[in-house]
């Protein structure tokens, strides 16, 4: 007989509970059994299998879990007692969460000491690891560089008798291709433009930043918001988004409209980082043979001709069961060529191991950008790719630039200006307010507020 104060659905349930704790008491403890190996990318997953296969001693286990429930669970575990994987890989967007406290509270491992040791900051490209290091502590093992190369229609472009090569920057860039914009049906509106770039993407705006020198934060992690770098590539933008001169438009990636657009020619130039490289070819096949890559266009004669974005690293939780055991398999694993070269021939995504640059696949004709050696032209540029201060507003910073770019574009049509040098007050009083809550929001953080040091 039950008794009177448990009801039989909580008898039911107190059953349940005391049985499942019978089982968990005297099941093995599942870290004991091997690396515990966090990931959200489901290609890394699939990529990583042969190696979790061949590790034996310990062996691995590999988890593929949701981004937004492996942020919350690896946010649980390095600010609480819960249990964390001895590896993780993190983009570079959930990273930034994890630095908002003060140092010695990041929730990974500093990986100098054994990568200086071992000489391994010597062998992979060193501006890999800026988005993964704060206050000269590096945490984590950079899985990718992605440089940004321009992929077009080589089809429109060579008909129209245009040689890139004569292409060095963005003023070149302009001039030679205008000619090609269309109004295909006469009603006024182009039917083609020359550039994938608007408000809305921060992809192109950060690769457009970052390709200029300029950035959200200084290198201190003081906000950078307001830089007069900043403030120029703002109103560039402006006005090749704005007016009679517009030469961008919005051209949305992993979307059918967008793929349509680029399908039937209404936009001829697209930033292309390494890993949307192998993206195009899976959206859209139909423009196999017709594109081709050439380096971004520098700002200025002799400048960078390439930029870059996004990134994930491999991580060790400070509190990982097995550290020295999983150290070693991330260098299995990120280090060699085998990867390497699966992670180029998948995602056409190139290491950032120096060593792997001399590997023979890179030259590999690839036949969708018309037999270009895609991989060996964005290892050309890897050297120039820029630096990245991380923090823990970047979210903040990604999402004020853009509010900063939709209301200057937005002040400059309402003024009926669109040159660059008459929108750069109109830049310069956005990303001054972009500045100012940047500032207001690191001085509230006890842990973060470089400007304290600064007169």
């Known amino acids: 007989m039950l008794p009177h104060s448990l009801s039989p659905g909580s008898f039911t349930i107190l059953t349940l509970a005391v049985v499942s704790s019978f089982f968990i008491f005297l099941r093995d403890d599942p870290q004991e059994e091997g690396l515990e190996f966090w990931m959200f990318a489901k290609n890394h997953y699939v990529m990583y299998q042969e190696e979790f296969e061949k590790a034996k001693d310990p062996k691995v286990n590999g988890d593929l879990i949701a981004y937004g429930a492996m942020e919350r669970r690896l946010l ?12 993780v890989e993190v983009q570079l967007t959930m990273a930034s969460r994890f630095f908002s406290g003060p140092i010695e509270a990041v929730g990974f491992t500093d990986l100098r000491p054994l990568l200086e040791a071992e000489g391994l900051d010597k062998r992979i490209n060193p501006a890999s690891f800026s988005p993964w290091t704060r206050e000269g502590r590096i945490f984590g093992l950079p899985h990718d560089m992605h ?3 321009l992929g077009y229609r080589a089809d429109i472009v060579e008909a129209a008798g245009i040689d ?6 963005w003023e070149d860039f302009v001039r030679i291709l205008t000619p090609l914009m269309r109004d295909f049906d006469g009603d006024g509106t182009l039917d083609r433009y020359l550039l994938d770039l608007w408000e809305t993407d921060y992809f ?6 970052l390709q200029a020198g300029g ?13 007069d770098i900043n403030i120029k590539v703002l109103a560039t933008m402006v006005h090749w988004t704005t007016g009679p001169s517009r030469i961008g438009v919005n051209v949305p990636r992993f979307d059918a409209e967008g793929n349509r657009m680029r399908l039937e020619g209404g936009v001829i130039f697209q930033f292309m980082p390494d890993w949307y490289a192998g993206v195009m070819q899976q959206d859209v096949p139909g423009l196999a043979g017709k594109m081709k890559m050439m380096p971004l266009p520098a700002w200025e004669p002799g400048g960078r001709r390439t930029s870059c974005t996004g990134g994930t690293m491999l991580s060790i939780p400070r509190r990982a069961a097995k550290p020295e055991a999983a150290w070693e398999f991330a260098k299995k694993l990120y280090l060699g060529t085998e990867v390497a070269e699966k992670l180029y021939q998948q995602a056409m995504i190139v290491s950032p191991v120096i060593d792997n640059w001399d590997e023979d696949f890179y030259d590999e004709p690839i036949p969708y950008y018309s037999g270009q050696p895609v991989g060996r032209l964005y290892l050309e540029l890897a050297p120039e790719i820029p ?8 979210v903040m910073a990604q999402q004020s630039m853009i509010n900063a770019f939709i209301r200057t574009r937005r002040n400059a049509r309402e003024a009926g200006v669109h040159e660059v040098e008459d929108v750069l007050d109109l830049a310069r009083a956005e990303l001054d307010a972009a500045q100012t809550l940047i500032e207001n929001k690191m001085r ?6 470089p400007m304290e040091e600064q007169p």
Do not use: C, H, K
């Open 76 to 87: 649980s575990g390095v600010l609480s007692d819960t249990p964390v994987p001895d590896l």
């Open 147 to 149: 440089p940004v190369m």
């Open 164 to 169: 890139v090569n004569e292409i060095e920057t």
């Open 204 to 209: 192109g705006i950060e690769m457009l930043l």
């Open 215 to 227: 950035w959200y934060f200084d290198r201190t992690g003081a906000p950078a918001m307001n830089s």
């Open 387 to 394: 630096q990245r201060v991380p923090s823990a507003f970047m």
């Open 444 to 449: 509230r953080n006890t842990f973060l507020n």
